[in-house]
């Protein structure tokens, strides 16, 4: 046993005070009586002229002399040393994911990290000298967040565990990972302590990395189902009707047999039954009318292990006209592959972009330079504003076609087996977009985003190919109106995944659609219905809000305009919620789960606590003698 604050043996002193005072004589007090004779024996006791007394066994001054040692050893605050937690600095990781949420354990997982964690704390080393220790504490949800910076405070530890909370994010571990790193890499005697579920972990960027990681596994089955993914779409049977695409996925050990139910704005549209065998994903689609903007909801009415992943809600707007400006010489190909790109487009022919015209939507630019570039998406075909290369393009004639990304959205659909190009413009890619078909000279079609504008270059003149001639031409349009569509753009921004901020970009002051203004107040409106204000300077240009851990529908008012956004789990690997046997670092390391052992555990408080039994006991001793 070993001692933290050994000056508290200084107050054994007060040990032989007490004994002293059961050897002191009473004082006699003087009275004037009449006659003496009934006072003998108190004359010969007072007789003696020494003021000590012997000292007698009594049971009152071995419990003061018990409770007296009890508390200078509380004082001194003694402990038990172990083999464990020599490091100088510890850092705890909790791993604060969807999975842990999961109720196999009691209450659930992350509860359990939790009190693991302080286990940890309560062995920590305080004190002065080279024996000290600090801890850290990171929790690892939708973003690393330092809950604690380094201290040997105690009470400081305790307080920044308990009040961590789940999230109902991705495992996302790479960045805490990264910070604890960036604390350890110069301490070779640190310790990086994660508590976890194993599940979904991916630790392949530290294969390099000499990390001094302990693993402290939480969980113990994986009996839960989840829904997987959600889309919603236009009918193409029927425009007033939206198709919802949804799957759900079983990690149970048995067969799912359940239902599914959609809502509209929280009005029951429609149950369907499902079926899913173990360790399968069943698809599941719903056809519903929708005569207002709303959000769509499916749900999963389900009592599994992990309740995160059991819905999933997307806003969906109804559709507008797409107004389309066409720039050209004259293109008959191009002008009908926009025509009939959708129902809900109406193309406008100019000869020339003189100013800045808030009608369209979005602007094609067919080999003709405009007197005014347009600031709302483009389509640009052999043309290139100053701005949006390094450099101006050079010709590259009769460039053959070697690959092209069709897992990208314009791209989906349309192949170039067969296409031939005379001449196209030969540009390096600018880091704001992507190469969407390559030659091996020069990338020929790019697409990105620029500021907040969205761009689709096309480097050659449409009639000096033979794209026009093929299938995938109209298919490639059609993919392009959607993709540059102002709504399509508010949906995806408003389809966000737990973790993903909130962006939305302010309207200029003369702009009616939107009824904000620059540097109005912003309010957020969290699905636990919980207000939070944000402030925007008069030149800022978007709002942004990144507190977006829990999945449910946010609402955002700038002035009088309102805007939804869906926040979903929607990860088939995180709705898998078996523990991990062990991490896997690359492909050679592995580390297994620790068992955590309490060491350097303090023990004051049971002295301290049998301090006050034996208070208790005197107490009572002494009035059970003197009643």
């Known amino acids: 046993m070993n001692f933290l604050s050994p000056w508290g043996f200084a107050f054994g002193a007060v040990l032989p005070v007490v004994i002293g005072f059961y050897l002191l004589k009473r004082k006699r007090v003087v009275r004037v009586v009449p006659s003496t004779l009934l006072w003998q024996r108190f004359l010969a006791e007072n007789q003696a002229n020494s003021p000590f007394q012997r000292l007698r066994s009594q049971a009152l001054l071995w419990l003061q002399l018990l409770l007296l040692a009890l508390a200078i050893l509380a004082l001194a605050r003694p402990y038990f040393s172990g083999t464990a937690g020599k490091s100088s600095l510890q850092v705890i990781i909790l791993d604060a994911s969807a999975s842990m949420q999961a109720t196999d354990e009691s209450p659930n997982r992350f509860a359990r990290a939790q009190t693991e964690a302080l286990k940890l704390v309560d062995g920590l080393k305080t004190g002065f000298g ?86 402290h596994r939480v969980g113990t089955r994986s009996e839960n189902a989840g829904i997987a993914s959600l889309d919603v779409k236009v009918s193409p049977e029927d425009p007033s009707q939206r198709a919802i695409f949804t799957s759900v996925v079983n990690h149970g050990s048995k067969p799912l047999i359940s239902t599914l139910e959609l809502r509209f704005n929280d009005q029951l549209v429609e149950t369907k039954p499902l079926e899913v065998p173990e360790g399968a994903t069943t698809p599941v689609v719903f056809l519903a009318r929708q005569g207002e903007d709303g959000v769509f909801r499916v749900s999963l009415p389900l009592a599994d292990d992990l309740a995160a992943d059991n819905q999933a809600q997307a806003v969906s707007l109804l559709p507008r006209p797409i107004h389309v400006g066409l720039v050209t010489r004259g293109n008959r190909f191009l002008e009908k592959a926009l025509a009939a790109a959708s129902p809900l487009v109406e193309v406008q022919v100019l000869a020339d972009y003189r100013a800045a015209d808030p009608r369209f939507d979005l602007t094609v630019l067919d080999d003709v330079t405009p007197t005014v570039w347009p600031s709302g998406n483009v389509l640009a075909f052999h043309v290139a504003a100053t701005n949006w290369f390094d450099g101006p393009p050079t010709v590259l004639e009769g460039p053959s076609i070697v690959d092209w990304r069709n897992t990208h959205p314009l791209l989906r659909f349309v192949g170039f087996d067969t296409v031939q190009v005379a001449q196209s413009l030969a540009v390096k890619a600018p880091g704001w977009a992507i190469p969407l078909v390559d030659s091996p000279q020069s990338p020929l079609i790019l697409a990105g985003e620029l500021g907040r504008q969205r ?171 003197t009643a």
């Open 130 to 215: 080279s024996q000290s220790q600090q801890m850290l504490v990171l929790l690892a949800g939708a973003v690393a967040e330092v809950r604690q910076s380094a201290t040997s405070d105690r009470g400081a530890l305790r307080r920044a565990i308990l009040s961590a909370k789940a999230t109902d994010s991705s495992t996302r571990l790479g960045d805490a990972l990264r910070v604890a790193e960036s604390l350890t890499r110069d301490l070779p005697d640190s310790e990086i302590h994660l508590f976890s579920d194993g599940a979904g972990v991916d630790l392949q960027e530290f294969e390099h990395h000499d990390l001094p990681l302990q693993f």
């Open 455 to 625: 761009l689709i270059w096309v480097g050659f003149d449409l009639l000096q190919s033979t794209w026009p001639l093929r299938l995938g031409f109209p298919i490639f349009i059609a993919n392009a109106v959607q993709w540059l569509n102002p709504a399509t753009v508010a949906a995806h921004r408003a389809f966000l995944h737990p973790g993903d901020s909130i962006r939305l970009p302010l309207a200029n002051p003369a702009d009616e659609q939107s009824g904000s203004t620059q540097g109005e107040q912003a309010e957020v409106i969290r699905p636990d219905g919980q207000h939070v204000t944000l402030s925007s300077g008069a030149q800022a240009r978007e709002v942004v809000y990144g507190s977006t851990e829990m999945q449910g529908i946010y609402q955002l008012r700038v002035g009088t305009n309102r805007t939804e956004f869906a926040v979903n789990l929607l990860d088939p690997a995180e709705s898998r919620i078996l523990p991990g046997e062990a991490l896997t670092i690359g492909r050679r390391g592995t580390v297994l789960p620790a068992a955590l052992k309490r060491a350097n555990l303090e023990s004051w408080r049971w002295f301290a606590v049998a301090s006050l039994g034996i208070v208790l006991l005197e107490w009572w001793w002494f009035h059970r003698r």
